[in-house]
Structure formats: structure tokens, C-alpha cells
């Protein structure tokens, strides 16, 4: 079994390092980047509660108020990043009363488990890779490589010196095929090699139908005949991946890596709720459809935010401290028309503001995943060094604007668009390209971006 790389102790931030971690990558927003962060610091200072107490706090749940593209989800997730948190984000419109068609609310944290198992895993893999890729590079020689020998009676036969001679050629044969094999130069060679094959096609039947769901263990149900050895031939890379997986598996001890998943889930996930104004029905009986299914989805909602256990094929998982980050426009409903119950237990309730002109500057550089930034390292790909004027960057903001002002406003998503539109032509070229050195001016973009910007209907299409 490798050192677990698990029960990362995540480093306890206090709200102001979180805030601080967040401005990272998201700006402005400062109301909400406080409220997710004593949130976070909340749920972690009441898993410290002992006693009674304890169960009679109230999780900390939150739900964001804002239009489309201003950060809601953004926030959220890097929230979950930077809390090492297994994280997931569903649409409250997928979500029906239990006995309708459409997805019970169980299966967010079926969905959430399954995550962090799957991290989990790959976590172990990384560390994997250290201790067993030396022993498949032996074995990958040994395929490649015809043995020293057919058996004991030949090496016996020959004479001392023979003998060495034959073990130094073997050798120095070996390290040669070892530094074509690192070099990658082996790569496509053909090898063969023993592997298990395993019934998936029937699992996967048994499992759309859910009964995996269910926490009914396949493999185990279908004994050891589920499985065969088999002979098959492939290129040596993916012999390579072969190899390793089968030796992981059987390294690996999946009970600890279950355990420590389902640790992270309870103690540590975070479910984004989004749309949850979807699933409201205002208070003066203006929305749309079906009212008494709405509010049913919220009281079916209500046990797994209050925290109940939900029974996942990797056992029960208890919701008790998982966190509930709400999100939705309230455009049409207030969170007043929640259910009182649920209400009660989404205390917290941030605005998140529209985005103008100057958000979207600093969005467009700032942020270290910046849009400026990828294309700027997409490009550097092909040695094309690519540069915006500050003039540039304040007309692209100052369109966005605009286009958001006169089509529809989603926010900062309308700064992707228009960045494509910008820049089609060079992402075309790029390879091509004889001046490697490509600086945007505010006339270029004004040249590229204006017949559309005016043309409303274009706009609407193309930006
Ligand atoms: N305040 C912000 N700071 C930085 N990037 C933002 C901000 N708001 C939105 N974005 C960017 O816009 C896109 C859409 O944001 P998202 O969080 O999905 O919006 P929504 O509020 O609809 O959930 C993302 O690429 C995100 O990085
Ligand atoms: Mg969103």
C-alpha cells in the first residue's frame, strides 16, 4: 500500500486569507467574497463545537442573488479549490419530486461522493506513479528484450568467462533499450502482454439501470468469474498504461480511499445550487407551472441541506456539514418565497453586482486565469507574442458593455465572445504568420468589432 497522500489536513484560512485567495481570480464582488468565507470558516468552526450545541447550529448555507455572468459560479468553485473540497454543481431545474421522472435529490450527493472517490484515487495514482513506474519500465524490457538465457541448462553449460561475456552484452543491450524506451523512441513498438479483462459492457447495463446507484457492489455480486486473463497486443505506450493500472489496482487499498473520500465529503463538500429561483413560485402566484411540484422539490430538497444520510455505493454519507451554496437572479421571485423552512436554512443572502466598464478591464488582465492571459500563452505556442494597448483593453470593456446595454446582459461571458470575434483571424493565421510580434491597437479593434457592435441583429449572432 503507497503513504497516503490523504487526510490533507486543508490548511485552515481564516476569512480575510480566503478573501484574499478569491481576489485572485474574481473581481470585485466583495460582499459576497466575505459572506462565502466566514461561510467556510463557519462550518469549520462548528465542526470544533462539542456537545449539545453543536447540533443546534445552523449550517451556515448562503444564497447568491445576481444576474447571469457576474461571478456566482466562478466564486463558488474557487471557494471549493481553495478549500481542497469536493465540489459539485447542479441545476436545481433538474431536480423532481421523488416518483416523477427527473433526478432525485439523493443523487447530488451520490454525484458529490462519487467526485471526491474519483480524486481520491487519482491522488493515490500521482503518488503511484513514483514507486511503480521503475518496476513496469522492467517489465516493459523484459518484452522487449529476449531473456538472458532459455533456461538454467544453457547458462550451466557455458564456461566462466562465457558466461560473462554474455551477461555484460545482455546488459549493455538492456540499458540501450532502457534510454530508446525513456526517450520514447519505443513508443509504437508492438508488445503483448497478459491483462484481466473484466465484464464492463454487463456492469455498465446493470448500473444505467441503476441498481449500482443503489450501493450494490457488481464485481463482488458477479464473483471472480466476472473477470479473465487474456493475451492481447498493443502498442508499447498503452502497455505502458495497462501495465501500471493493473498494478495499481492491486496496490491500492480502495477501503481507505473510500474512507477518506467519504471523510472529505461530509466534512468538506460543497454543493452549488444553482437556478434555485427555478424551483420558487412567488408569493402573488405569477409563476409559471406547475406551483405544488416546485415546493415539492424544495421540501424534498430541505432533509439533505437540514442533513440527513444518504446511502451512496460507497455507504452512507451524512449531509450534516456539507455546505449549500444557493445561486439564481430573483428577477421575477425573492427568497422570500422559499418555503420557510428552507428559508431558515440559506440565513445567508448576498447580492452580487452587475459588472460595467471598469469590472470588465480588470477582468479582462487581471484575474490569474485572465482571458487576456490564455490567449496570450495559446498563442506564445506558436511563437506568437501577442500584445493590447491599454487603449485596446478599454475599448473591448467599453464594447462589452454596450452589446450587454443594447442585446441581453450576461456579464462578463460577453467578454469571450467578443474576444474570439477580435481575434479569429490571427488564431487562423497564427501558424503562418511571418511577424511573430502582434500588437491590438483600439483601432484594430474598433476596425474588427464595429460593423457588428452597431448592426444589432449581427451583434446578437455574433458577440
Ligand atoms: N467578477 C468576476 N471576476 C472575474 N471573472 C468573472 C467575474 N464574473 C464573471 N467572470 C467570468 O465570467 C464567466 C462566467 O462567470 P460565472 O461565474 O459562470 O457566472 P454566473 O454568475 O452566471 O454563475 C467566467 O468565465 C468567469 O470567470
Ligand atoms: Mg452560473
Given amino acids: 500500500m503507497t503513504p497516503l497522500p490523504s487526510n490533507i489536513q486543508v490548511p485552515q484560512l481564516s476569512p480575510r486569507e480566503i478573501v484574499k485567495e478569491l481576489d485572485n481570480y474574481i473581481i470585485g464582488q466583495d460582499a459576497?467574497?466575505?459572506?462565502?468565507?466566514?461561510?467556510?470558516?463557519?462550518?469549520?468552526?462548528?465542526?470544533?463545537?462539542?456537545?449539545?450545541?453543536?447540533?443546534?447550529?445552523?449550517?451556515?448555507?448562503?444564497?447568491?442573488?445576481g444576474p447571469t455572468g457576474v461571478g456566482k459560479t466562478e466564486l463558488a468553485r474557487r471557494l471549493a479549490?481553495?478549500?481542497?473540497?469536493?465540489?459539485?454543481?447542479?441545476?436545481?431545474?433538474?431536480?423532481?419530486?421523488?416518483?416523477?421522472?427527473?433526478?432525485?435529490?439523493?443523487s447530488m450527493v451520490r454525484d458529490l461522493t462519487d467526485l471526491a472517490?474519483?480524486?481520491?484515487?487519482?491522488?493515490?495514482?500521482?503518488?503511484?506513479?513514483d514507486k511503480l513506474d521503475l518496476l513496469i519500465e522492467d517489465k516493459l524490457l523484459d518484452l522487449l528484450q529476449e531473456p538472458l538465457a532459455a533456461d538454467e541448462e544453457e547458462l550451466?553449460?557455458?564456461?566462466?568467462?562465457?558466461?560473462?561475456?554474455?551477461?555484460?552484452?545482455?546488459?549493455?543491450?538492456?540499458?540501450?533499450?532502457?534510454?530508446?524506451?525513456?526517450?520514447?523512441?519505443?513508443?509504437?513498438?508492438?508488445?503483448?502482454?497478459?491483462?484481466?479483462?473484466?465484464?464492463?459492457?454487463?456492469?455498465?447495463?446493470?448500473s444505467a439501470q441503476g441498481i449500482e446507484e443503489m450501493g450494490f457492489n457488481m464485481p463482488e455480486?458477479?464473483?471472480?468469474?466476472?473477470?479473465?486473463?487474456?493475451?492481447?497486443?498493443?502498442?508499447?505506450?498503452?502497455?505502458?498504461?495497462?501495465?501500471?493500472?493493473?498494478?495499481?489496482?492491486?496496490?491500492?487499498?480502495?477501503?481507505?480511499?473510500?474512507?477518506?473520500?467519504?471523510?472529505?465529503?461530509?466534512?468538506?463538500?460543497?454543493?452549488?445550487?444553482?437556478?434555485?429561483?427555478?424551483?420558487?413560485?412567488?408569493?402573488?402566484?405569477?409563476g409559471v407551472g406547475p406551483d405544488v411540484s416546485r415546493s415539492g422539490v424544495q421540501r424534498d430538497i430541505l432533509p439533505v441541506v437540514e442533513g440527513t444520510t444518504v446511502?451512496?455505493?460507497?455507504?452512507?454519507?451524512?449531509?450534516?456539514?456539507?455546505l449549500f451554496i444557493a445561486a439564481g437572479a430573483f428577477s421575477n421571485v425573492k427568497p422570500s418565497d422559499l418555503i420557510p423552512e428552507l428559508q431558515?436554512?440559506?440565513?445567508?443572502?448576498?447580492?452580487?453586482?452587475?459588472?460595467g466598464e471598469e469590472e470588465f478591464l480588470r477582468i479582462l488582465t487581471e484575474p490569474r486565469n485572465a482571458l487576456i492571459k490564455q490567449y496570450q500563452a495559446?498563442?506564445?505556442?506558436?511563437?506568437?507574442?501577442?500584445?493590447?494597448?491599454?487603449?485596446?483593453?478599454?475599448?473591448?470593456?467599453?464594447?462589452?458593455?454596450?452589446?450587454?446595454?443594447?442585446?441581453?446582459?450576461?456579464?462578463?461571458?460577453?467578454?469571450?465572445?467578443?474576444?474570439t470575434t477580435l481575434l479569429e483571424d490571427i488564431l487562423f493565421e497564427a501558424a503562418e504568420l511571418t511577424k511573430k510580434d502582434v500588437k491590438i491597437t483600439k483601432t484594430f479593434v474598433q476596425g474588427r468589432l464595429k460593423d457588428i457592435v452597431e448592426d444589432e441583429d449581427l451583434s446578437r449572432f455574433i458577440l
Avoid: C
Fill in 221 to 286: 455480486a458477479m464473483g471472480e468469474g466476472a473477470t479473465r486473463r487474456k493475451l492481447v497486443e498493443m502498442p508499447l505506450i498503452e502497455a505502458r498504461e495497462r501495465l501500471f493500472e493493473e498494478e495499481f489496482d492491486r496496490d491500492i487499498d480502495m477501503d481507505r480511499v473510500i474512507r477518506e473520500a467519504v471523510r472529505r465529503t461530509e466534512q468538506l463538500g460543497i454543493v452549488f445550487f444553482d437556478e434555485i429561483d427555478k424551483i420558487v413560485s412567488s408569493s402573488d402566484g405569477e
Fill in 81 to 106: 479549490m481553495l478549500a481542497g473540497a469536493p465540489f459539485i454543481k447542479v441545476e436545481a431545474s433538474k431536480y423532481t419530486e421523488v416518483g416523477y421522472v427527473g433526478r432525485d435529490v439523493d
Fill in 32 to 65: 459576497a467574497k466575505k459572506a462565502v468565507a466566514i461561510a467556510l470558516r463557519n462550518r469549520w468552526r462548528r465542526q470544533q463545537v462539542t456537545g449539545e450545541i453543536r447540533d443546534e447550529i445552523y449550517p451556515n448555507n448562503i444564497i447568491l442573488i
Fill in 117 to 129: 472517490v474519483a480524486k481520491v484515487r487519482s491522488e493515490h495514482m500521482d503518488i503511484a506513479h
Fill in 378 to 419: 495559446l498563442l506564445a505556442t506558436e511563437s506568437v507574442n501577442l500584445e493590447f494597448t491599454r487603449d485596446a483593453l478599454r475599448e473591448l470593456a467599453r464594447t462589452a458593455k454596450d452589446v450587454n446595454e443594447r442585446t441581453e446582459d450576461i456579464g462578463a461571458r460577453r467578454l469571450h465572445t467578443i474576444l
Fill in 344 to 355: 431558515g436554512r440559506f440565513p445567508i443572502r448576498v447580492e452580487m453586482d452587475r459588472l
Fill in 311 to 322: 446511502v451512496t455505493k460507497y455507504g452512507p454519507v451524512k449531509t450534516d456539514h456539507v
Fill in 156 to 206: 550451466a553449460a557455458l564456461s566462466a568467462d562465457e558466461k560473462q561475456a554474455k551477461q555484460e552484452a545482455w546488459q549493455r543491450r538492456r540499458s540501450e533499450l532502457r534510454e530508446e524506451l525513456r526517450g520514447g523512441k519505443l513508443d509504437d513498438d508492438i508488445v503483448e502482454i497478459e491483462i484481466t479483462e473484466s465484464s464492463m459492457p454487463l456492469m455498465q447495463i446493470f
